[in-house]
């Protein structure tokens, strides 16, 4: 079974605190990204990376950065967290599409964080 | 610009009667589709899957239709369950090496008892 695992389920942090959002894959992955869920907004991509050290910007990068120094492990950096970044982040991997045609990705459990 | 939509953001169904959700994309790049749901205060759990050179998949009581032509596709549910009641997300991809998924705004299905 895939695991990815997201290192908090709830934070609380401060407006204008450096925040960290840590993720890991289990399966050798070599894709893994960044996604944020609003309400009426659906999941919105923030960041995505296709190898360490790799990492392409999304629909909705602004105010966020990303470091991926090894392959099962993506982290999210808030420079300086705002209330707007009050939102659930999901971590998810999946394959290359190349080694399998198709391929699903496979979400962590998420990280509800509210920024006060 | 939304290239995902799920222009319904709820459903009710009766237990056992059939839900239909429905989802439309506008980038004719997209070949391959995909359907998640999602509990709250959980990650999104992969429900099922389509290639664009098919029309149709089955799994169980689950089922997508594609038509390509009208950019649509839809999940079909039979017969539906309480358990089923979740945020369904659309999603699609373009394909390539990233395998990039485009999600739509999501579907709260409720299925009545």
């Known amino acids: 079974d895939v695991k990815v695992t997201q290192s908090s389920r709830y934070l609380v942090k401060r407006t204008g605190e450096k925040v960290f959002l840590e993720c890991v894959q289990d399966?050798?992955?070599?894709?893994m990204f960044w996604y944020r869920q609003d309400p009426g907004l659906g999941l919105r991509l923030i960041y995505f990376?296709?190898?360490?050290?790799?990492?392409e910007k999304g629909d909705i990068p602004e105010g966020y950065s990303v470091s991926r120094e090894k392959k099962e492990r993506f982290s999210l950096i808030l420079e300086s967290a705002s209330t707007n970044q009050t939102s659930m982040y999901l971590c998810?991997?999946?394959?290359?599409?190349?080694?399998?045609?198709?391929?699903?990705?496979?979400f962590g459990q998420g990280t509800r964080l509210t920024v006060v | 610009d939304q290239q995902v939509k799920q222009n319904s953001p709820s459903l009710s169904v009766q237990e056992g009667r059939i839900s239909i959700l429905n989802c439309d994309y506008t980038?004719?790049?997209?070949?391959?589709f995909l359907w998640y749901k999602k509990y709250p205060a959980e990650g999104p759990t992969f429900l099922i899957s389509?290639?664009?050179?098919?029309d149709k998949n089955e799994d169980g009581r689950f089922t997508v239709f594609l038509n390509k032509s009208a950019k649509h596709l839809s999940l079909h549910i039979v017969p539906s369950q309480p358990g089923d009641s979740a945020v369904y997300f659309c999603?699609?991809?373009?394909?390539?090496?990233?395998?990039?998924?485009?999600f739509g705004t999501g579907t709260l299905l409720a299925v009545q008892p």
């Open positions: 998810a991997s999946s394959l290359w599409a190349s080694k399998k045609a198709y391929t699903e990705a496979f």
């Open positions: 980038n004719s790049m997209f070949d391959y």
């Open positions: 399966m050798d992955h070599e894709n």
């Open positions: 999603a699609a991809s373009a394909g390539g090496a990233t395998n990039k998924l485009i």
């Open positions: 389509i290639s664009s050179i098919k």
């Open positions: 990376s296709y190898d360490v050290k790799m990492k």
